[in-house]
């Protein structure tokens, strides 16, 4: 299977989907107060019905399946959940969004289930600001887990830092420099005004630049071959470096034209946008796959025209008022 491509030209063959909101840390960026995730589970979507969906996704024309959450670690079931997708046929990569915390135990089986690669939120490298922004998090738990994962073979590892200003802005270098003799890609994301506080955001939003330019003082950027239908991150490599960098600007550049995704809820809502709420909720018809694949049609159908969405940032994050915990990002 090789995607579809939408109205606007773009090619659909992504789809994240999101199997808790749960979550075990509480990052001030995504959740809207401490602890809020750690207490809501919700009527998340079970093994079968994330499997029904994955099967009509992959008769669809969908052929990548990334996990995510809240925090989909949590999930008792997960392995058993990677090992049914990866029998899909049509589904030719599995990935994981994470947190890392408890991936140091879980790598393996992960990896030996059909899990492909990950990535790994990790937007310090320093304890204390690590367990500040994480409100509560230790750092060494998502470093031990990164280790595994690169022992697993979930590679290409990728980290993804959101960029936040007087939080962790002064280590954009650090985090580069990573990607000198090691094979990992290191991406920085802008923080977007999805749920969470306005006024956090305006205190902390950073535009993708700044961090740009920081890596280009330490060294001339070449720019990098992007994994297949990578999407909207722009990849650069160090001259002569192991691994990539990659920028991430949902708010200061165009981005929305390379959207190559969908994504269901926790609930099972499809939605066809990031930045909107319309949604179809796939649960009444996952007992016939004719009709899940149907609303794959009409939601690729509904993605909207990249050029026509809201200028304003706060507006346009704020057409989703589901969090990002629920979204998965
Ligand atoms: N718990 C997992 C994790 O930490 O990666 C998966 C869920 S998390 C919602 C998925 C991704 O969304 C993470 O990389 C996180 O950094 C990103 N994210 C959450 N809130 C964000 C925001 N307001 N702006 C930009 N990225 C955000």
Not at 108 to 134: C, K, M, Q, W, Y
Request: charged share 25%.
């Amino acid at each position: 299977m090789i995607g579809l491509v939408d109205k606007f030209g773009r090619q659909i063959s992504y789809l994240r989907i999101s199997v808790i909101d749960r979550c075990n840390l509480s990052c001030f960026y995504c959740t809207p107060a401490a602890n809020g995730c750690r207490s809501v589970m919700g009527d998340a979507l079970k093994l079968d019905e994330l499997v029904r969906i994955v099967r009509a996704a992959a008769a669809f024309g969908i052929c990548k399946i990334r996990l995510t959450g809240g925090e989909p670690l949590l999930r008792p079931d997960l392995i058993e959940l990677v090992e049914k997708i990866s029998a899909v046929p049509g589904i030719t990569d599995i990935s994981l969004t994470t947190n890392g915390a408890l991936l140091k135990k879980l790598a393996g089986p992960l990896a030996a289930a059909g899990l492909n690669r990950v990535n790994i939120s990790l937007d310090s490298l320093h304890p204390e600001a690590f367990h500040r922004i994480t409100r509560g998090g230790k750092l060494e738990d998502t470093i031990a887990g990164l280790w595994a994962a690169y022992e697993a073979g979930l590679t290409p590892v990728k980290i993804n830092v959101v960029l936040l200003k007087d939080v962790n802005d002064g280590e954009v270098s650090e985090f580069a420099r990573l990607t000198l003799d090691r094979d990992v890609d290191v991406r920085f994301i802008e923080f977007m005004p999805i749920t969470g506080d306005s006024h956090d955001w305006k205190k902390h939003y950073q535009p993708i630049d700044i961090a740009m330019a920081h890596c280009v003082a330490i060294a001339p950027l070449v720019e990098a071959e992007s994994p297949e239908n990578g999407g909207p991150a722009r990849y650069f490599r160090f001259k002569g470096g192991k691994g990539r960098l990659g920028f991430i600007s949902p708010l200061s550049r165009h981005f929305c034209g390379d959207c190559n995704r969908l994504r269901v809820t926790d609930q099972g809502k499809l939605r066809a946008c990031l930045f909107s709420d319309e949604e179809i909720d796939l649960r009444p018809l996952l007992g016939q796959e004719n009709a899940v694949i149907r609303a794959f049609s009409q939601a690729l159908a509904a993605k909207p025209d990249p050029t026509r969405l809201d200028s304003d940032p706060l507006v346009r994050c704020r057409s989703n008022t589901l969090g990002m915990v629920s979204i998965g990002g």
